[in-house]
């Protein structure tokens, strides 16, 4: 009974781990990509998380092959229209979510968009194939003076353990996403996500926020054990120090 006590889980928004979060990883850039579509949708989802306790956010669109006209300069602009539309007491800044795809080079000449004064560039791949020179293209980022962030790893079926380890070994960093705790993505994301998560193989964290009704959703059935919630708050402490260094 003591044990059970103790063990018990808890909902994430009964833990307090949100209050003061500085999200890594959102969709909150009005028009862009699949997140959020209008300054009004996008008002409406800063208001919900800002009462949840997340205030802070790196916006971080898609940039893609499928979207051609995300590049630098056109997120920029976009950024800084609609700016003047944030809710009170939001802070943001913006990053962009790179596709390793075939574009993914020919964006090093305008800048990557990054995270932080480290230069982590938020990258991904397809989630059921690695791109043809996948290690390659990493590699190149950090000769160029830039460190990967690769993520939401849990969610690419492709990834053994082994090439999670292998990855780490290089000095990539690896976000969470939130939800993948909570299985919103499936049985084998949350099996790797705990794994990565028990085994400290996670940098930071993001909620890879694109919907406010699905998003409520998932933070519903997320709950955690003490001992996730030990290890998420490492992830949330790392978030809060990169977006105010």
């Known amino acids: 009974m003591m044990f059970s ?6 909902n994430i928004l009964q ?4 209050e003061g979060m500085a999200d890594l990883h959102c969709h909150l850039l009005p028009g862009v990509d699949d997140g959020v579509q209008t300054e009004e949708e996008a008002a409406t989802a800063l208001r919900a998380l800002s009462e949840m ?15 051609p006209l995300n590049n630098r300069s056109f997120l920029e602009e976009a950024f800084g229209k ?6 009170p007491g939001i802070r943001v800044k913006l990053a962009a979510e790179y596709m390793l795809d075939a574009a993914f080079a020919s964006h090093l000449a305008d800048g990557y968009l990054t995270i932080g004064n480290d230069r982590l560039v938020l990258v991904e791949t397809s989630y059921l194939s690695p791109p043809p020179d996948l290690d390659g293209m990493l590699y190149d ?3 160029n003076g830039y460190t990967p962030l690769i993520a939401h790893p849990e969610r690419y079926v492709y990834m ?4 999670y380890v292998s990855l780490k070994n290089y000095g990539y960093k690896f976000q969470l996403n939130l939800l993948s705790l909570a299985g919103f993505y499936g049985r084998l994301p949350l099996e790797k996500s705990r794994y990565l998560l028990k085994n400290g193989l996670y940098d930071y964290a993001g909620s890879d926020f694109h919907n406010l009704d699905k998003h409520r959703r998932g933070l519903a059935h997320l709950s955690l054990h003490a001992s996730e919630r030990k290890e998420l708050r490492v992830l949330l402490d790392h978030n809060n ?3 105010y260094k």
């Open 160 to 163: 053994e353990r082994e090439k």
């Open 53 to 67: 306790g997340v205030t802070s956010f790196y916006l971080t669109p898609h940039v893609m092959e499928d979207l």
């Open 141 to 143: 980022l950090t000769v």
């Open 15 to 18: 833990t307090g781990l949100l």
């Open 5 to 10: 006590f103790f063990s018990r889980k808890k």
């Open 241 to 243: 120090e990169i977006f």
């Open 82 to 87: 609609w700016q003047a539309a944030l809710p």
